[in-house]
């Protein structure tokens, strides 16, 4: 099974409409990542979460918000969709006192179109 | 600011041969460095991390740091089809809070 389960896999949404996008791990990592990718742009992180007390804001966390639910369960909602938030959505994880120098492993990723 | 420049490609290279992947970042205090490939409309996967001046193998990928000159690169030797993907370049911000920057990446074809 997957360290690193993202659901769900393919989403189309119209515009306006609230959504969420999911993501879990078994690998007993404490940090948790929310990244999009668009091409030509490279990955950029939205959101991230160092414990789940704690929520940060990445470089582009407007139109975004974020729940941490458990250690293990780090959820992404866009609350009012618009069509340049469609993009391939990837959840990552690392570990505060991993030997790999906090290397972050990711998810499958969600293909969100928004219409 | 902070940032990882790779180089677009495509770089192409004959199959057999020694594919060289280079990156530089800005911020002189960065840490740890990483190399990710990805297929295209798949996820990141974790290649290698090096953290030392010098060179660190793994089979057939070698990763090389050069603090001094800041540039940070991954040779592939024996190129494969099947490494044909897009080399992404990640270096750990210095910063408190930790974050990996990653460069855009770098289109890699091995041609049979």
């Known amino acids: 099974d997957a360290d690193v389960t993202q659901t769900p896999r393919n989403r189309i949404t119209k515009t306006g409409k609230r959504i969420m996008l999911e993501c879990s791990q078994t690998?007993?990592?404490?940090?948790m990542y929310w990244y999009r990718q668009d091409p030509g742009l490279g990955l950029r992180l939205i959101y991230y979460s160092f414990d789940v007390k704690d929520i940060n804001k990445g470089e582009i966390s407007d139109g975004y918000s974020v729940s941490r639910q458990a250690q293990a369960k780090f959820s992404l909602s866009l609350e009012s969709a618009i069509p340049n938030q469609t993009a391939l959505y990837f959840c990552a994880t690392s570990d505060t006192s991993g030997g790999d120098l906090r290397a972050q492993y990711f998810g499958p990723g969600t293909r969100l179109l928004v219409l | 600011q902070k940032e990882v420049e790779q180089n677009s490609g495509p770089l192409s290279v004959p199959e057999g041969a020694i594919a060289s992947l280079n990156c530089t970042y800005s911020d002189r205090g960065s840490q740890s460095f990483f190399w990710y490939r990805q297929y295209s409309g798949k996820s990141p996967e974790l290649i290698m991390f090096?953290?030392?001046?010098g060179d660190k193998e793994d089979g057939r990928f070698t990763a090389q740091l050069n603090k001094a000159s800041q540039y940070v690169s991954l040779l592939i030797r024996d190129s494969q089809p099947s490494d044909s993907a897009t080399y992404l370049c990640a270096v750990n911000w210095r910063g408190g809070s930790e974050k990996l920057v990653f460069g855009k990446g770098t289109k890699l074809t091995v041609n049979p």
């Open positions: 690998k007993g990592h404490d940090r």
């Open positions: 090096i953290y030392s001046n």
